[in-house]
């Protein structure tokens, strides 16, 4: 499908009916599957054919919705797992292990920040937390020799930072460390981090990709363009032979593909958090619609951030999409037709004006989700990251006062209408 553009890519990518058979991406409900002969399926355990056996391991209604993101972000090889948290896990546990370190951006989602810094701790692995704009000489000073990779966001949520790559993406491969970006927010359709030398690249397909908040799931994609061969000692997984298979070297056997299929036969074989052949259903349904939804999300969130900016109780508003936002220079330059369609923003009056007003909300409902269909808001200091201290809310780029509002699809008059009636009560 590489030749086709992404809105056509969304439908079309993913499962290839050859004749007589369903159009529609079938769910392949089926834990198992059959074989003739005994060594035909020790093949597959071996590793030495590919085809499915369990769906702990792989699942064609799977492989099919890893397909079409992997043809969507211009990658190589992908995984669906069963969140995005769990997505985050592997592609950092897959090349990290006790006695490892990696570097982390301090913005960065509430359970992902959770993850990598006090479960994560708990494996004996070390972590470094950054703030992204740091220079990039005091990004080069924080790599040690046990690094193995470099974790942020495109855009985080939800403080809406842009990232930016190229620092990243150098100070990194000077130092022969991949580079991981979490791509939920601006999804493939405005942001394609491997053009700008991202290695691999995560999503929690919960959010925009799924789009209609019906079903919880994850995505790793690798790019394949990262040389693990070239550093045998930092990346022995992936680089040597690994004795829970035979004595298979990932890199070597798989080259391109090595790295994910490290993490489904190894991680998931272990770990299993595999996405239900079901939900992967729903999600390559959303998938279907995330060019033309993407496309409004971001025009009614650009329009309801000019509003937000002109009324008289907001202090203040932030959406990288605003002309005079500290985020707008770096989103033109990496996602050009687009970020995303959440904003943030702070009320005068503080922490109990912006309770009342989110409580005098009609159409714009309190929930915990982000980038579906539906216009949402949330107050992170008081839901998503009540866990952080004050000190680290600040680190992680949330304001106590921020109010994170996933613009919907809905029209655009009624989400500003429902905004003006909150406003007056
Ligand atoms: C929601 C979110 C996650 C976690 O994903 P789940 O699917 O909820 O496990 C990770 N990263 C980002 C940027 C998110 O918004």
Same mark, same amino acid.
């Given at each position: ?27 392949? =409900? ?9 060594? =035909? ?14 769906? @702990?391991?792989?699942?064609?209604? &799977?492989?099919?919705?890893? /397909? ?47 993850? %990598? ?7 004996? +692995? ?13 990004? @080069? ?15 985080? &949520? ?43 690249? !995560? ?10 908040? !019906? ?8 790019? #394949? ?29 798989? #080259?391109?593909? #090595? ?9 998931? @074989? ?14 390559? +349904? ?24 002109? /009324? ?5 508003? /932030? ?7 500290? /985020? ?22 503080? @922490? ?49 006062? %921020? ?17 003006? =009636?909150?406003?007056?009560?």
């Amino acid at each position: 499908m590489s030749n086709y553009k992404l809105e056509t890519k969304c439908i079309q990518s993913g499962w290839q009916p050859s004749t007589g058979e369903a159009r529609v991406l079938p769910i392949y =409900q089926s834990t198992t599957f059959k074989y003739d002969t005994s060594d =035909q399926m020790g093949a597959l355990f071996d590793l030495e054919e590919s085809g499915y056996f369990y769906t @702990r391991l792989a699942n064609p209604t &799977n492989d099919c919705v890893a /397909n079409k993101i992997c043809d969507l972000e211009g990658g190589y090889a992908a995984m669906l797992t069963s969140s995005g948290q769990a997505a985050n896990f592997y592609a950092v546990f897959n090349i990290a292990e006790a006695g490892d370190h990696i570097i982390i951006s301090s913005q960065l989602y509430g359970g992902t920040f959770n993850l %990598l810094t006090t479960t994560i701790a708990k494996m004996g +692995i070390e972590t470094t937390v950054i703030d992204p704009d740091i220079d990039i000489d005091e990004l @080069r000073k924080c790599f040690k020799p046990n690094t193995k990779c470099v974790l942020a966001e495109s855009i985080s &949520n939800p403080s809406l930072h842009v990232l930016d790559f190229d620092k990243f993406v150098t100070a990194a491969h000077e130092a022969g460390v991949p580079v991981i970006v979490d791509n939920t927010f601006p999804t493939p359709i405005n942001c394609r981090p491997f053009e700008y030398g991202v290695d691999i690249v !995560t999503h929690s397909t919960t959010k925009y990709m799924d789009g209609h908040a !019906t079903a919880v799931g994850g995505c790793i994609v690798d790019s #394949g363009n990262f040389d693990w061969m070239k550093y045998p000692d930092k990346f022995p997984g992936l680089c040597k032979p690994d004795e829970s298979y035979h004595g298979v070297v990932f890199a070597e056997k798989f #080259g391109k593909a #090595g790295y994910i299929t490290k993490a489904t036969t190894t991680l998931m @074989r272990d770990l299993g958090s595999i996405q239900s052949p079901q939900n992967a259903f729903y999600l390559n +349904i959303g998938l279907e619609t995330l060019a033309l939804r993407m496309e409004r999300h971001c025009s009614n969130a650009l329009a309801v951030a000019k509003w937000l900016k002109a /009324n008289e109780n907001v202090a203040w508003v /932030n959406y990288p999409g605003l002309e005079d936002d500290e /985020n707008h220079e770096k989103a033109m330059k990496y996602m050009p037709k687009g970020t995303c369609g959440v904003i943030t923003f702070g009320i005068k009056g503080g @922490r109990e004006a912006s309770v009342k007003f989110m409580d005098s909300l009609k159409l714009i409902a309190i929930v915990t989700h982000v980038a579906d269909a539906r216009s949402c808001v949330l107050h992170p200091a008081s839901h998503t990251h009540r866990q952080m201290t004050d000190e680290q809310l600040i680190e992680a780029g949330v304001k106590p006062d %921020l109010i994170r509002f996933s613009v919907g699809i809905e029209n655009v008059e009624d989400i500003i209408d429902d905004l003006k =009636q909150a406003f007056n009560q």
